[in-house]
């Protein structure tokens, strides 16, 4: 078994320094959490997982999580922030079913709203049940990489896993240039589509085509234009089997049935789940969808849609860890991360940068040196 160093025990409890909160009105801020120890002989309880986090990485949805936390019922406990994280895996609970070792690199995600289990600290002891995504590292890539995989891989893998006729098919992803759209690019071209077309701005094009976009149109010259080249593509390729949209964008709703595939034909329109500011500062109003959108949606729930519509939050999916693994070796995975912060004494700073909505991938924040490698 590889030998690894456990935390130092207080008084029955291992000290883990968090990035927390407690509501919309409190700051973010670094507190001591005390976990509490199994036994004398074990940290982990038999179905718990222990592992040192080397870094984290910031989702938009954790801005949203500590805006929609109120001040009165779950308002005065303390929450801790974040889901993504990298670290190393120090001990695991006897009745663990897992393929994981101990001294294992593993990247993964927790989210869990208004709650303790999530990753922003030092050391994550969680129930195995707790983790959405729990996966080795590859061996090609750093831990500060890995850190920003678990969230964006996972929820644009729900989208496409299931949907029908990608083999050879036709996909559109609005929002090419966002960190989960990214890896939708990843995933339809792993589930063998053969046009990808994104929505993006000129400045993520290239990584988009790079990605695997066989076609971009860029949303920056307005709405008008969007639809306008999604019809002339659509002309040449035939309609869509699959539209993934990560970025909540109505400017097609009124199109889809002249784009979308029909529901006997296998077509399917997929929203990620968030708010409708794509300003990463949201507010309650933010939450509260377009005409347009509420139409398409309550349209599919009365079975009044020519395609399928599914809402998606990132969730467990059993084939994810599988089909991950076979991604990365075929050497086809990229991951963009767009910088690194510290995380004891800049994660302010990271949380400004996430506002901004300017980042180009991934924000990480790194406990200690060994995060740059994954050794
Ligand atoms: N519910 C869940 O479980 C869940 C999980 C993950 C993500 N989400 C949500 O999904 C959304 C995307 O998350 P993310 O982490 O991928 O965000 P992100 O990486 O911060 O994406 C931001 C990028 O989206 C692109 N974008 C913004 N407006 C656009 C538009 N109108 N058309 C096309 N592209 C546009 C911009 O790229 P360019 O301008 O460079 O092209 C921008 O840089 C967020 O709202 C997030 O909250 C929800």
């Not at 709203?113 to 129930?127: A, M, R, V």
């Not at 939450?287 to 395609?307: E, G, K, L, Q």
């Not at 075929?330 to 996430?354: H, P």
Request: glycine letters at 6%; a neutral charge; proline letters at 3%.
């Amino acid at each position: 078994m590889t030998s690894v160093t456990l935390p130092p025990i207080e008084n029955n409890k291992v000290i883990s320094k968090a990035i927390t909160f407690q509501n919309h009105s409190t700051p973010w801020e670094l507190t001591s959490l005390k976990l509490p120890v199994a036994s004398p002989e074990s940290i982990v309880q038999p179905d718990q997982i222990l592992i040192k986090t080397a870094a984290v990485a910031l989702n938009p949805v954790d801005i949203l999580l500590r805006e929609l936390t109120p001040r009165r019922f779950v308002g005065s406990s303390i929450k801790v922030a974040g889901a993504d994280f990298s670290g190393t895996i120090l001990q695991i609970g006897s009745s663990v079913e897992t393929d994981l070792k101990v001294g294992d690199k593993v990247f993964g995600n927790l989210l869990n709203p208004f709650s303790q289990n999530n990753s922003f600290t030092e050391y994550i002891l969680q129930k195995n049940s707790t983790f959405q995504v729990l996966q080795k590292v590859p061996e090609q890539v750093s831990l500060v990489d890995a850190a920003g995989l678990g969230v964006v891989s996972n929820t644009s893998y729900q989208a496409f896993k299931g949907s029908k006729n990608l083999d050879g098919g036709n996909v559109l992803i609005l929002g090419g240039g966002s960190s989960v759209g990214y890896f939708g690019i990843q995933w339809a071209k792993y589930f063998g589509a053969k046009n990808i077309v994104v929505t993006a701005s000129s400045s993520s094009s290239e990584s988009a085509l790079q990605a695997g976009a066989t076609q971009w149109i860029d949303y920056k010259k307005g709405k008008e234009n969007e639809f306008k080249e999604t019809k002339e593509i659509v002309q040449s390729i035939g309609k869509f089997d699959l539209i993934f949209d990560t970025i909540r964008d109505d400017t097609l709703h009124s199109h889809f049935c002249d784009i979308l595939k029909t529901k006997p034909e296998g077509g399917k329109l997929v929203i990620v789940a968030g708010s409708f500011s794509h300003a990463h500062a949201p507010r309650y109003l933010d939450m509260v969808p377009s005409i347009r959108f509420v139409r398409t949606v309550v349209r599919s729930m009365i079975r009044f849609s020519s395609f399928d519509v599914e809402v998606l939050t990132c969730q467990y999916n059993k084939t994810y860890a599988e089909d991950f693994a076979k991604l990365a070796s075929s050497g086809n995975l990229r991951i963009k991360t767009d910088s690194v912060f510290n995380f004891y004494t800049e994660y302010q700073e990271a949380y400004n940068k996430l506002r901004l909505d300017q980042a180009k991938g991934k924000i990480i924040l790194t406990l200690g040196e060994d995060a740059a490698t994954n050794t």
